[in-house]
């Protein structure tokens, strides 16, 4: 009796089962269904239909640009540099490589050191906190020229479209004849529409050479998406300390993916 028992139960299981089809696999039977074509990310409600639809983030981004700078470094010499940078961005966590090469007003030629950073973001509703390292790579072989070494944090307090950021940067120099430098930045930036945006900022910088003042500049800068990848973006900065430059402008266009 017992044996006949659960093979009776067994049974009567695998009969409910069969009974319970479910083609869109939301939970919801195929004869009490109204949305039978619902997509497997739909949450629906008792009659298979969505109630919210969830969408996934995308955890990997890039972003690779290319620019140009034009710099008056004083009232006899200036400069024009041509840059790549490449972004990757995974979750908080993003890494930075950044090159160029510059042309000089008497003709001389070169490619700047290359920056590689990588930094990781914390958050908020109202701010975001955001801190890294990295470092100089020397580009080419020259005597006295070694990797130099950066800390850097950096915190955003947002109100409305508007937001303030200071930023602090210290750097070991590690190049013969320099000392270490900080950079201190604060700023201010307005978002006129989702995909345009510009701050303004001020920058000091305490020179790698012992000898000579900081280095004081303001800039303006303007950022614009064309879509939802290509996008543009300008900044603009004047030195107000006899050691920094004149003035330097560049262009970037970049696309994000």
């Not at 919210?52 to 995308?58: G, Q």
């Not at 100089?136 to 130099?148: A, F, K, L």
């Not at 303004?200 to 000898?211: A, C, D, P, R, W």
């Amino acid at each position: 009796m017992k044996n006949i028992l659960v093979m009776l139960f067994f049974l009567a299981g695998t009969l409910t089962h069969a009974a319970f089809i479910d083609d869109d696999l939301d939970g919801v039977a195929n004869e009490d269904d109204r949305c039978p074509n619902s997509a497997l990310t739909d949450i629906v409600d008792a009659y298979g239909c969505a109630v919210e639809k969830v969408t996934f983030k995308k955890e990997h981004h890039f972003d690779i640009s290319v620019g140009y700078l034009y710099a008056k470094v004083d009232a006899n010499s200036s400069q024009n540099a041509k840059s790549l940078s490449v972004g990757y961005y995974y979750g908080d966590f993003s890494a930075w490589l950044y090159t160029s090469d510059y042309n000089l007003q008497s003709g001389e030629s070169g490619i700047d050191d290359t920056t590689l950073a990588l930094y990781y973001r914390w958050k908020q509703p109202t701010y975001t906190f955001k801190a890294g390292a990295g470092g100089y790579i020397p580009t080419e072989s020259q005597n006295g020229n070694n990797t130099d070494y950066f800390v850097t944090a950096r915190v955003v307090h947002y109100a409305g479209f508007y937001d303030i950021a200071a930023e602090y940067q210290h750097t070991f120099m590690q190049d013969d004849a320099t000392t270490d430098s900080d950079r201190l930045t604060l700023s201010t930036g307005y978002a006129f529409t989702p995909k345009s945006y510009a701050s303004l900022s001020y920058t000091e910088q305490s020179s790698i050479y012992e000898e000579e003042a900081n280095l004081r500049t303001l800039s303006l800068y303007v950022n614009r998406f064309m879509n939802e990848h290509w996008y543009v973006s300008a900044e603009f900065s004047n030195g107000l300390s006899d050691s920094a430059m004149d003035f330097s402008g560049s262009l970037n266009v970049g696309y994000f993916f």
